[in-house]
């Protein structure tokens, strides 16, 4: 549902995007999470209706699992890449915000 949510989102919106990925298909745990996130400057991550931010370099991998992996321990979804930033999650302000952030790209 999130991702049909985040999908529709991007259509109205008119966002094109470079690579999806079905987190059903390849689902990513742990180590590969860490992989992918551990050089972004920025996690804006929904937890609910409210939002939170993390600095990578700031709080380290077990904080930034803690956050975004998912009850199956795999990374939640959706999740997308803005340059050194990713938004993780749904939500209607975190994706407000990532709208406002792609237009002033």
Do not use: M, N
């Amino acid at each position: 549902v999130s991702c049909t949510k985040a999908q529709d989102v991007l259509v109205r919106e008119q966002i094109a995007v470079d690579v999806i990925v079905d987190a059903r298909k390849e689902a990513l745990h742990a180590e590969e999470t860490w992989k992918l996130l551990q050089t972004a400057e920025e996690l804006i991550i929904a937890k609910g209706k409210k939002i939170v931010r993390l600095v990578t370099k700031e709080v380290g991998k077990e904080e930034v699992l803690a956050q975004v992996l998912g009850r199956s321990g795999t990374l939640r979804a959706p999740t997308l890449r803005v340059g050194s930033r990713f938004f993780v999650g749904w939500g209607e302000a975190l994706f407000q915000e990532f709208c406002t952030g792609i237009q002033k790209e």
